[in-house]
C-alpha cells in the first residue's frame, strides 16, 4: 500500500489535492523530518510549534495515515528520489504478530451446521 501511495505522490496525482494542502498548512519539512508549523490539541496529545511530527505521535493519536502522506509528499515536493522500496521496522512488531498467531491457532475453529 505505501508503495502505491509512493507512485501517486510521484505521479503528481497529489498537486490538486485539498486535503495535502491542509496537510502542508500544519506541517513542514526540512532536513528530511517533519515539524509542526502551529500549535496543534488532539485529544491528551499536545504539540507546539516546531515539534517534530513523527510516526509515534501520529500513532499515539490515530492518523499514522497523515504521517504516511504527508512523508511521501514532502519527499516528492523536495525533489527527492522516490524510494525503490518501503520497509517499515516496527519494533517489537514480530514478537507481536507471533503472539497474536500463536493466541489465534489456539482457538478451535467455530462449529458449522450440517
Known sequence: MLEKMADDAWAGKWADWDYANVIKRDVEYKGG??????????????????????LKLASMVGISSV??????????????????????????????????RAKTQRREPPEQDT
Not at 70 to 98: C, H, Q, R, T, W
Request: no cysteine; net charge negative; aromatic share 14%.
Open 67 to 100: 504521517y504516511f502522506i504527508a512523508l511521501l509528499l514532502f519527499m516528492y515536493e523536495a525533489g527527492e528520489s522516490k524510494p525503490d522500496s518501503i520497509v517499515l521496522n516496527v519494533k517489537g512488531a514480530k514478537a507481536g504478530f507471533d503472539d497474536l
Open 33 to 54: 523530518k517533519m515539524f509542526f508549523t502551529k500549535d496543534t490539541s488532539e485529544g491528551l496529545i499536545s504539540t507546539k510549534t516546531g515539534d517534530e511530527f513523527t
